[in-house]
């Protein structure tokens, strides 16, 4: 069996994403959504996005989430070690020190084999990717920031450029939303 390769930078990334969904996003509003920027950076993927349909295709989103992220341009996200280049055992000790994985897939030699070549090639091209700070916002929907109770605070620096941005940095707590969402569905 083939393996697909991996992405090697944010730009392929984006056009994957769309060729999916492009012929949707013209007819109708719609709002992006992204976490992290670590592993799986789906803030960063999501900011990127954005910012080359409106760019391209004159096209935006009416809101923007992003959770777990600072700024793709924040200096602190710059000036971060580089992780992706680790061995295997150290970058594990990596990833379960930031937590949000469960330690029963960490711990697993068979798991670990299988996503820790994905998880280390979804890094290295977030700690590629490069964006200078905009000198005039890129977008002008709102722009909700969240941060989980126990997350390190994130660097926002501008808000993701947006104008007229509502950003507003939320602690939650995951078994608080579990609650909500259970309650909701009953």
């Known amino acids: 069996m083939d393996k697909e390769p991996f992405f090697q930078n944010m730009q392929e990334i984006v056009y994957e994403v769309i060729g999916a969904i492009l012929p949707q996003l013209k007819e109708k509003p719609f709002a992006l959504f992204g976490h992290s920027f670590v592993t799986l950076f789906g803030a960063m993927t999501c900011f990127a996005f954005a910012e080359h349909v409106n760019k391209v295709y004159n096209l935006e989103p009416i809101h923007m989430f992003l959770s777990g992220a600072s700024a793709p341009y924040s200096e602190a996200r710059l000036q971060a070690p580089r992780r992706s280049h680790l061995s295997d055992q150290e970058f594990l000790v990596w990833v379960t020190s930031i937590g949000g994985t469960p330690p029963e897939i960490l711990a697993n030699a068979e798991l670990a ?30 722009v909700s920031c969240f941060d989980g109770k126990e997350d390190a605070p994130h660097d926002l620096q501008g808000n993701f450029m947006c104008n007229s941005c509502i950003v507003s940095l939320l602690l939650y707590n995951a078994s608080w939303i579990s609650f909500l969402l259970e309650r909701r569905s009953k």
């Open 113 to 142: 084999k299988l996503f820790l070549p994905a998880l280390k090639a979804d890094l290295c091209v977030a700690e590629n990717y490069r964006c200078s700070r905009p000198s005039t916002p890129i977008l002008s929907c709102p």
